[in-house]
């Protein structure tokens, strides 16, 4: 079964306008992290957000904020403002304990997010 | 501080051949985590180091291993290289392991089996 699941293959954005990238997940651990990355086409992945499961804000990190529904498992990136360089592979992930022990972290398929100027 | 750098950044092999791959983490850092980038399959765990101990493993063959050294640096190794193997090869390295462990990607080393 999928654990992450980004519906959105690719999403438009007009520049300076805000867009949401969409991600479910499901966990039966209580405890759980959830990140976002960009994966710009040469190919880093750069850390953007994190948002714990107990935390009750959502999580915010200068134009990137988390829109956390622990009740749907959703971990909504919002992107304010879109600039060009944003252009890029986004990635939802999930760290969750593993019954054997340690922990791992899950990715999603990804969102490709194309910024028009 | 200096980021996750991995060596090399591109190789070509041909099948069969084995291929070690270098993984340097920011310094302070104790774990290091691998994966798998390809298109088909997406990105893909396949095994997290801690303080030179194997933590977690993913679900790949035997033919995939690794080791993590005294200074955290941490190399992985794939025998008998299939077509398959060819893929974006991504080290990520983080202070602790943990649920809230934030990581920190290396630039990856791109493997191409001919």
């Known amino acids: 079964a999928q654990k992450i699941t980004q519906t959105q293959p690719g999403m438009f954005v007009q520049e300076k306008e805000a867009v949401t990238l969409d991600c479910t997940y499901d966990?039966?651990?209580?405890?759980?992290?959830l990140f976002w990355y960009k994966q710009p086409s040469s190919g880093e992945m750069i850390f953007l957000i994190y948002q714990g499961s107990y935390d009750q804000q959502n999580a915010t990190e200068g134009r990137y904020s988390l829109n956390f529904q622990k009740a749907r498992k959703s971990a909504n990136l919002v992107i304010s403002a879109s600039q060009l360089g944003d252009s890029a592979m986004y990635f939802c992930?999930?760290?969750?304990?593993?019954?054997?022990?340690?922990?791992?972290?899950?990715f999603g398929a990804g969102t490709r997010l194309f910024v028009k100027a | 501080k200096a980021g996750v750098t991995q060596t090399p950044r591109y190789l070509i092999k041909t099948r069969g051949q084995q291929v070690t791959l270098s993984c340097s983490p920011i310094?302070?850092?104790?774990?290091v985590s691998w994966y798998q980038q390809t298109p088909g399959q997406g990105l893909q765990f396949l095994f997290e180091y801690f303080s030179e101990t194997q933590r977690n493993k993913g679900n790949f063959p035997g033919r995939f291993s690794g080791r993590q050294f005294s200074n955290s640096r941490s190399e992985m190794n794939v025998s008998t290289l299939e077509l398959g193997d060819s893929a974006l090869y991504l080290c990520?390295?983080?202070?602790?392991?943990?649920?809230?462990?934030?990581?920190?990607f290396g630039p990856g080393t791109r493997l191409t089996v001919l």
């Open positions: 992930a999930m760290r969750e304990a593993r019954d054997t022990g340690g922990f791992k972290t899950i």
């Open positions: 310094s302070g850092h104790r774990s």
């Open positions: 966990t039966s651990d209580p405890s759980y992290g």
């Open positions: 990520a390295s983080s202070f602790r392991t943990g649920r809230n462990n934030e990581q920190f």
